[in-house]
Nanobody, 125 residues
Framework: QVQLAESGGGSVQAGGSLRLSCIVS????????LGWFRQAPGKGREGVAH?????????AYADSVKGRFTISRDNTKKALFLQMTSLKPEDTAMYYC?????????????????WGQGTQVTVSS
């Protein structure tokens, strides 16, 4: 099994920054893809960013966060990060990290098998 644990959420004013972290543990050598998702109240889960566990730093982002969010990983620490800058009130959501065993560059929640419990991000205007 694979376990994921997010941290780093909090409350920030619009224009501010936060850095989310996700520690991946368990049967980690099978993991090929990592992603960040978010879910606002009353809305579906939205893919935010994707990165492979190897093959350099190829990434993918939702249009809504391009240029503001950066996904990265530290394989030695088995950690995934999401640096969020220029935050907007519409970025308010529960943020989840996710992992999957396939080499699949995707922002669809259904394509990920493993999920963390989430960390709340609140951006005030």
């Amino acid at each position: 099994q694979v376990q994921l644990a997010e941290s780093g959420g909090g409350s920030v004013q619009a224009g501010g920054s936060l850095r989310l972290s996700c520690i991946v543990s368990g049967y980690t050598f099978s993991i090929k893809s990592l992603g960040w998702f978010r879910q606002a109240p009353g809305k579906g889960r939205e893919g935010v960013a994707h990165i492979y566990t190897s093959y350099g730093s190829t990434t993918a982002y939702a249009d809504s966060v391009k240029g503001r969010f950066t996904i990265s990983r530290d394989n030695t620490k088995k950690a995934l990060f999401l640096q969020m800058t220029s935050l907007k009130p519409e970025d308010t959501a529960m943020y989840y990290c996710a992992a999957d065993d396939r080499w699949y560059r995707t922002l669809r929640a259904d394509d990920y098998n493993y999920w963390g419990q989430g960390t709340q991000v609140t951006v005030s205007s």
